[in-house]
């Protein structure tokens, strides 16, 4: 397959990145002649490496949170990168922290480090599209943060966070939903 014949389907397929195993089912190429013909195309700069094993035509610019956020669903942003999104954590975090019902992962897109990270099926909700990807409510990424610190999986420090910025009257009613133990983590704080 031609390199312009590439590009007119990877175009057709309308996708924002290609694995591997999409670009092998494209060409009808072998994986071991796949593999000399994407790096060639990544050399020639027709092909960018996105991840490991991803790949996105040239004339496809996407942000490296919607790439991230198609890597793994479902999901959506939230926790401390959400939280600064929004201006309520002070610090702007290096990792992109994305919601999921899925086993937490991490991955490495365009040197960015992606964290998804497990919740409850029954947390999972509270969001909206924002720029073409879920994004929790400012008070549901505080709530996600607060249930992960009490379960002692994240930390939760509050003089990173201008709490302020949520409304608290939010933040009671969403936290009903959340385990007895996280309404208690929650009250201790915002107590203190």
Do not use: C, H
Request: aromatic share 14%; charged share 30%; net charge positive.
């Amino acid at each position: 397959m031609k390199t312009i014949e590439l590009i007119k389907s990877l175009e057709r397929f309308n996708k924002p990145f290609y694995s591997i195993a999409d670009i092998e089912k494209i060409t009808g190429l072998s994986r071991k002649s796949l593999y000399v013909a994407v790096k060639r195309l990544v050399d020639r700069g027709i092909l960018e490496r996105v991840g490991k094993g991803i790949y996105r035509p040239f004339t496809v610019k996407l942000s490296i949170e919607r790439i991230a956020a198609s890597l793994y669903t479902p999901n959506y942003l939230s926790f401390e990168f959400a939280l600064s999104r929004y201006g309520v954590f002070n610090l702007v975090p290096y990792t992109l922290t994305f919601a999921t019902t899925r086993k937490t992962k991490r991955l490495t897109v365009e040197g960015r480090d992606i964290e998804f990270r497990r919740i409850k099926k029954d947390l999972f909700w509270g969001y909206e599209i924002q720029g073409g990807i879920y994004v929790a409510k400012p008070e549901k990424a505080f709530l996600d943060l607060v249930y992960l610190a009490s379960r002692g999986i994240a930390s939760l420090d509050l003089d990173e966070l201008d709490i302020k910025k949520l409304s608290m009257s939010r933040v009671k009613e969403f936290s009903k939903r959340f385990p007895r133990y996280t309404q208690k983590y929650l009250y201790k704080l915002i107590s203190s």
